[in-house]
């Protein structure tokens, strides 16, 4: 069975800081990988996906991923942070062979002025 | 273009009491999913399925049924609500290319008292 950790249900960064949110993934076989953001009181939208094309994904609002098999990470970066991205961000597994989608807990960003 | 609409938005049930939480999506996915949102503890699979006609258990199954009336609709019920049943709602829908993400419905908010 596959499964996500994500380190950290809490990040705080400066308005203009580096945004670093960690995910870790287990998978018996070659996983998809996604991350969600949920804004308050909303469901979740797709930020990027990585589906074995490339292993740098570019997603919106300048966020993207890298997925590192060697680390079997995924981790979620946006080089400046800005007011609107506080949010609860979330990464999830798929195998490639099933529609099984699993969730991580959930990383809870703040953004400070 | 409506995508996953829940109902109801909200919900309060006391204890021992049944109803069923009602997700149609209308961009023709073949996967639905629901799954209970809990603080710490991100989304959590409680169902899926595939296609329609068939279904199957998720991480935390326990206390719920649900039936693909349709490829549009996806319902999840509660036979007896139990207050460990308060929780967040949400249904979602992918098309059977497992390149696709997942779209959510906003969620239904139930209170079990």
């Known amino acids: 069975a596959q499964s996500v950790t994500q380190l950290g249900s809490h990040v705080s960064v400066s308005e203009g800081a580096l945004v670093l949110l960690r995910c870790n993934y287990s998978?018996?076989?070659?996983?998809?990988l996604f991350w969600y953001v949920q804004y308050p009181n909303q469901g979740l939208q797709l930020l990027l996906k990585?589906?074995?094309?490339?292993?740098l994904v570019k997603g919106i609002n300048g966020f993207e991923a890298e997925f590192k098999k060697s680390e079997t990470s995924f981790h979620l970066t946006k080089p400046s942070a800005h007011m609107s991205d506080a949010a609860e961000y979330f990464c999830?597994?798929?195998?490639?062979?099933?529609?099984?989608?699993?969730f991580g807990a959930g990383t809870r960003l703040t953004v400070k002025p | 273009n409506a995508g996953v609409t829940q109902t109801p938005k909200f919900q309060v049930l006391k204890t021992g009491q049944s109803m069923t939480l009602q997700c149609a999506q209308d961009?023709?996915?073949?996967?639905m999913y629901w799954y209970r949102q809990d603080p710490g503890m991100g989304l959590r699979l409680i169902y899926y399925?595939?296609?329609?006609?068939?279904?199957d258990k998720g991480e935390v199954p326990n206390g719920y049924n649900v039936s693909r009336l349709n490829k549009r609709e996806f319902s999840l019920r509660l036979e007896s609500a139990a207050p460990s049943q308060t929780s967040v709602y949400f249904c979602?829908?992918?098309?059977?290319?497992?390149?696709?993400?997942?779209?959510f419905g906003q969620g239904t908010r139930l209170t079990v008292v």
């Open positions: 961009m023709n996915h073949n996967s």
């Open positions: 979602a829908s992918s098309s059977r290319d497992r390149n696709t993400e997942a779209f």
């Open positions: 990585y589906t074995s094309a490339a292993t």
């Open positions: 998978s018996s076989v070659p996983p998809y």
């Open positions: 399925s595939a296609s329609e006609g068939t279904t």
């Open positions: 999830a597994v798929s195998p490639y062979n099933n529609n099984d989608m699993r």
